[in-house]
Each structure stands twice: as C-alpha cells, then as structure tokens.
C-alpha cells in the first residue's frame, strides 16, 4: 500500500465530495451530507500518515488502493 500525506488525503477527500467543516489545530475535520461519520484528517507538513490510519480513513470514505 502507498503511504500518503495529509495534504494528499485531503486534496483526495474533497474530490470526493467530502467538505471542510473546520480546522482544529493541525487537524482537518471533513463531513459529508448523508453521512454521520466525521473524517480528521492530521496535517503535519509533508509526513506521511500511518497505514492503520490511513486505511481507516479509506474504509469511512470509500476509497480505494488504485485511487492514492
């Protein structure tokens, strides 16, 4: 599995209809209209997330391994 940035997760997450709701610290929340689950998306500069994160993040966003 590709490792990905916050910064890239986001950029994908708002392709994906997800929108910004608002930034806490150095974390990006993402809702989506129809849903119940919140998205926090940790923006760190360029470091990359850890893959338990990472998937968990795709699971709740329904995103797929050939679209990082």
């Known amino acids: 599995m590709k490792s990905i940035s916050g910064k890239e997760l986001?950029?994908?997450l708002?392709?994906?209809d997800w929108i910004l709701k608002k930034i806490?610290?150095?974390h990006h929340i993402y809702i989506k209209k129809?849903?119940?689950e919140r998205i926090s998306v940790p923006v760190h500069?360029?470091?990359?997330?850890?893959i338990g994160l990472l998937k968990?993040?795709?699971k709740i966003a329904?995103?797929?391994d050939n679209e990082l």
Not at 45 to 50: A, E, M, S
């Open 14 to 16: 708002e392709k994906k």
């Open 56 to 58: 968990s993040i795709m």
């Open 34 to 36: 129809g849903r119940t």
């Open 24 to 26: 806490q610290g150095s």
């Open 45 to 50: 500069q360029n470091k990359d997330l850890k």
């Open 62 to 64: 329904n995103i797929e």
């Open 10 to 12: 986001c950029k994908l």
